[in-house]
Structure formats: C-alpha cells, structure tokens
C-alpha cells in the first residue's frame, strides 16, 4: 500500500512538474513574441491608440497629408530667408487650429459629462 501511494505521488508531482514546465514554456514564448513585437516598449500603447483615433478620420486624413506635403514642398521654392518666414507663418497657423482642435475637444468633454 506504500508502494502504491508513493508512486501515486510521484506521478502527481511529475504531472505538476510537466505542468508547470509546459507553462513556463508557454510564457516565455509569448514574452519573447512581445518584444520582439515592440509591445512593451513605452509608447506602443499610445501610438496604437492614436493610429485608432487617426484611423477614425478615415479618408479625410490622406487629405490632410497631402496638403500638409503640398505646402512643405511649395516652401522649397522659396529662398531660405523666405522659407524661414513662411514656415514660421505656418507653424503659427498651425498652432491657432490646435488651439481650436483643443477647445473643441474641451467643448465636447463638458456637453458630455451634463448628459
């Protein structure tokens, strides 16, 4: 009867040891494919999410794109004085509709919480 608990025990144990093996395998496995994919690395989570927010503009954003790369390339005509002045013009532009982006985005985080 001895005999036979030990060997029932040392069964449950290798079962346990070829479990726990099994698992150890398995997470280093999925570890490795992780950064290997650049998950852990700081930004992903951030990037992912705003390649989704960006992807929510749909076609829109290749618009956008483009005339951003018309006007960088519309500026390489110029000489570099005026380059300097025009890209500083712009990036003011810029700034005035980031500004308005913001308020917007304030606008509407407001009307939602009073829903």
């Known amino acids: 009867m001895k005999i036979k608990a030990a060997r029932a025990g040392d069964s449950v144990t290798d079962l ?3 479990t726990l093996d099994r698992m150890v395998n398995a ?11 650049g998950a852990l690395e700081p930004g992903y989570a951030a990037a ?4 989704a927010d960006i992807a929510r503009l749909g ?9 951003f790369e018309d006007a960088i390339t519309m500026v390489c005509d110029h000489s570099y004085p005026e380059q300097v002045k ?16 913001d308020s ?12």
């Open 86 to 101: 025009i890209l500083t013009g712009y990036k003011k532009l810029l700034e005035e509709q980031i500004n308005v982006i």
């Open 59 to 67: 076609s829109r954003v290749t618009g956008l794109a483009i005339e």
């Open 16 to 18: 346990v040891d070829s």
């Open 48 to 51: 992912r999410k705003d390649s």
């Open 104 to 115: 917007r985005i304030h606008f509407v985080k407001r009307l939602r919480n009073n829903i």
């Open 27 to 37: 997470v280093q496995s999925r570890a490795k494919e992780l950064y290997k994919s």
